[in-house]
Nanobody
Framework: QVQLVESGGGLVEPGGSLRLSCAAS????????MHWYRQGPGTQRELIAN???????YYDDSVKGRFTVSRDDVKNTMYLQMNSLKPEDTAVYYC?????????WGQGTQVTVSS
């Protein structure tokens, strides 16, 4: 069964850090472009970061310089290191890839940034 499972969310104070994980089964992450999306309260799901199969990464301006996406090919897991978190980063975070013909999503992990 092809599956993505996110973990690592939680409650953190402004300025704090979290590391999200996206563990894959039935698919080799290194062969695909992987994405991190988030959906805040009352907003549409938005793309915030990519990591391509060659390891090159892309970031939306809203997270550039604060978030880092990486991949462990041995563990078949993608990560999102989030630093200097702000209240506006509060959202459900999802990992995603196109695994034809599926648009494959994890179940999401909640990140809440609040004092």
């Amino acid at each position: 069964q092809v599956q993505l499972v996110e973990s690592g969310g939680g409650l953190v104070e402004p300025g704090g850090s979290l590391r999200l994980s996206c563990a894959a089964s039935g698919i080799m992450l290194k062969s695909y472009t992987m994405h991190w999306y988030r959906q805040g309260p009352g907003t549409q799901r938005e793309l915030i970061a990519n990591i391509f199969s060659d390891g090159v990464s892309y970031y939306d301006d809203s997270v550039k310089g604060r978030f880092t996406v990486s991949r462990d090919d041995v563990k078949n897991t993608m990560y999102l290191q989030m630093n200097s978190l702000k209240p506006e980063d509060t959202a459900v975070y999802y990992c995603n890839t196109v695994y034809k013909p599926q648009n494959l999503w994890g179940q999401g992990t909640q990140v809440t940034v609040s004092s």
